[in-house]
């Protein structure tokens, strides 16, 4: 099973509100990645998690902050977010040691009013 | 982190052999060098990787310069459903995980 799953598929969200993005794979990984993808732009890497551990945060704002309850789940959760942040969130996971083949999720699409 | 020059947008005719070129000339010596391609609508697909030498896998074959600063993905005969964007990316290795930069990929058409 090389399928990493992610919910919602689309979410719609005020800027007062809380909510969280979802990630799960099965396949024994122990990296996971969250990506934010704007209309016609390469994905950008947002964090990674290393055996459950956070081991980049590529300076993103507070408002998103990333969980990995376990090694097959990986959660995004949003608060106070602005209109800017309407994106594609992907998710991604791949084996810890090279060459990091990364399997992508295929996306929450996210809309800030 | 090193970074990757595509060109922005290739055209083919459907089953003609396609090369996609890619440029990497920060490329460090364990980067490994691995192709995506998205599909509208869908998130990114691994296509495939290397780090010295040639490889050829069922979706594409991927020629590494020798000097590593460059390398071209070949789509051996072009179909409809290859008409995507296709990334060229370096995996840097970090604790545990592989940090990669997508740069702007090459928007490929292709032509019936």
């Known amino acids: 099973d090389t399928e990493v799953t992610q919910t919602p598929k689309h979410l719609v969200m005020g800027m007062t509100n809380k909510k969280s993005l979802k990630c799960e794979q099965h396949m024994g990984h122990r990296a996971m990645y969250w990506y934010k993808q704007k209309a016609k732009k390469p994905p950008e890497l947002m964090f990674v998690?290393?055996?459950?551990?956070?081991?980049i945060n590529e300076s993103v704002p507070s408002r998103f902050s990333p969980e990995c309850p376990n090694s097959s789940l990986l959660n995004l959760h949003l608060h106070a977010l602005q209109p800017e942040d309407s994106a594609l969130y992907l998710c991604a996971s791949s084996q810890e040691q090279p060459p990091y083949e990364q399997y992508f999720g295929p996306g929450t699409r996210l809309t800030v009013t | 982190d090193a970074k990757t020059t595509q060109p922005n947008s290739m055209e083919s005719n459907e089953e003609e052999p396609v090369h996609l070129p890619c440029n990497h000339s920060?490329?460090?010596?364990?980067?490994?060098i691995h192709w995506y391609r998205q599909l509208p609508s869908q998130g990114p697909e691994y296509v495939i990787h290397g780090l010295t030498s040639n490889v050829n896998n069922r979706m594409a074959s991927l020629a590494i310069a020798e000097d590593r600063k460059s390398s071209t993905l070949i789509l051996h005969r072009a179909t409809l459903r290859d008409a995507a964007v296709y990334y060229c990316?370096?995996?840097?290795?970090?604790?545990?995980?592989?940090?990669?930069?997508f740069g702007d990929g090459t928007t490929l058409t292709v032509k019936p």
């Open positions: 990316i370096l995996s840097v290795i970090r604790t545990n995980a592989g940090k990669s930069t």
């Open positions: 998690y290393s055996y459950e551990k956070l081991s």
């Open positions: 920060t490329i460090s010596g364990t980067d490994y």
